[in-house]
């Protein structure tokens, strides 16, 4: 076997300048196909943590990936809403240890208003239970204050100070509440989050924006100027949904049937965690699809060794027959072409994990920053092993096409000069 394997390097490093292409081939579709891979699993892993330290979601009754839609995605509209007297019932819950309210439904040239509390801001957490932080300004605290998200500063061209105006309902195509324009006093740090592209109000200025409108309209010949805003009763009637964290994660599966079975009205309290994956399972096909484009380039990549060495077997015909003739077997040959098929594949995978690894070490801070999403530099867990694993079988398999093609030329073939 050692003198094949010193055979195998030594003719590889004959038609060095033929394979060096197909060696950067499978290295770039390795490359990519554990990038993918990677990517996939930093998605799913950023996906699952949209929201963190929460331990209910609590809405209107509707279906559990509806709830996550809007409540954490800001991603459609909710039916109905919940009344406020019964988010001060949850509060008042033994087993509740903090509740955030949501109001959502009214927009800024398509980004989603968030109507909520000071808590938001203390209890709200992405990622591996990191906190909100901002990048400039402070926390609301005036009546017509804002705090904007990152892609929403960023898109917009917005800088602590500046006046926006908030639409009503979601999409541009609202009536607008140009009498009662918000100040910029905050913007929030990138998460990689919906709340990148959220811009966040108190719960009372959600409450004053409404004061002269009635059943999504505005009341006829009724307008109340910003500075009388404070003077009316700005307690929120209803509010979209409300996140809650329990002193007790023990106790969340008790806690959700209650509220599951609250008699003031038809709530419907989720499990975070539980509803994400059912989510991802609904949105999850595009990385399959990925991971198979992949794997159709790695399968290009390992076409291209088949073709190379297809494509020599001419070449070392006379190689090949002086070998029989001084007593190598039939599988002394596939073993040689075989090692040389795998060693090419070893090679061309260890090129491919040093090609991801220098671009995942230069992305990985463009990518948390941008999307969120953690890129691990290093080797991933069992899924990227049985990917590699499953290359160097193609690998295998597709040097073993040409060696077993090689067998069948004769030593008579091999050996009689062509003319």
Same mark, same amino acid.
């Given at each position: 076997m050692k003198h094949l394997l010193t055979l195998a390097l030594a003719s590889a490093w004959n038609r060095r300048f033929t394979l060096t292409l197909t060696l950067a081939a499978i290295a %770039? +579709?390795?490359?990519?196909? #554990?990038?993918?891979? !990677?990517?996939r699993n930093a998605a799913h892993e950023s996906f699952a943590h949209s929201i963190s330290g929460t331990d209910l979601v609590v809405g209107p009754r509707t279906s559990p990936v509806q709830l996550m839609l809007y409540a954490v995605f800001r991603i459609g509209e909710a039916t109905t809403n919940m009344k406020w007297a019964s988010y001060e019932e949850l509060a008042k819950n033994p087993d509740v240890d903090w509740i955030v309210p949501l109001s959502i439904g009214d927009s800024h040239h398509g980004f989603p208003v968030?109507?909520?509390?000071?808590?938001?801001?203390?209890?709200?957490?992405?990622? %591996? +239970?990191?906190?909100?932080? #901002?990048?400039?300004? !402070?926390?609301?605290?005036?009546?017509?204050?804002?705090?904007?998200?990152?892609?929403?500063?960023?898109?917009?061209?917005?800088?602590v100070g500046d006046r926006i105006t908030i639409s009503h309902g979601t999409g541009d195509v609202g009536a607008v509440h140009s009498d009662k324009p918000f100040t910029v006093v905050g913007v929030l740090r990138r998460t990689g989050t919906p709340v990148d592209r959220s811009i966040h109000v108190s719960l009372e200025a959600m409450e004053a924006i409404h004061l002269d409108w009635q059943g999504g309209m505005r009341i006829p010949g009724l307008s109340i100027p910003p500075q009388f805003a404070k003077k009316f009763d700005l307690a929120p009637k209803e509010i979209t949904a409300a996140l809650i964290g329990l002193k007790s994660r023990a106790r969340a599966f008790q806690v959700q049937r209650e509220i599951n079975n609250y008699a003031g009205e038809a709530l419907l309290a989720v499990l975070p965690g539980v509803a994400l994956n059912e989510l991802w399972s609904i949105v999850g096909v595009v990385e399959n699809t990925l991971l198979l484009v992949a794997g159709m380039i790695v399968v290009i990549g390992l076409s291209g060794m088949i073709v190379a060495v297809w494509a020599g077997l001419?070449?070392?015909?006379?190689?090949?027959?002086?070998?029989r003739s001084v007593g190598a077997s039939p599988v002394d040959v596939i073993v040689l072409l075989a090692l040389e098929g795998l060693l090419l594949t070893a090679l061309g995978v260890t090129l491919g994990y040093a090609l991801l690894t220098v671009l995942s070490l230069a992305a990985a801070p463009w990518m948390q920053a941008r999307f969120g999403v953690v890129l691990?530099?290093?080797?991933?867990?069992?899924?990227?092993?049985?990917?590699?694993?499953?290359?160097?079988?193609?690998?295998l398999l597709a040097a073993l096409l040409p060696a077993l093609r090689a067998c069948r030329l004769s030593l008579a073939d091999g050996l009689t000069p062509r003319l």
């Open positions: %770039l +579709s390795v490359a990519m196909l #554990l990038g993918v891979e !990677r990517i968030v109507g909520t509390s000071a808590a938001y801001f203390e209890r709200y957490r992405y990622g %591996l +239970s990191q906190p909100l932080e #901002l990048s400039a300004g !402070r926390r609301f605290e005036g009546l017509f204050e804002a705090v904007l998200g990152a892609e929403v500063a960023e898109r917009m061209k917005y800088k001419n070449e070392r015909r006379r190689e090949l027959a002086i070998l691990p530099a290093w080797p991933g867990g069992r899924d990227e092993l049985a990917l590699v694993g499953m290359v160097f079988a193609a690998g």
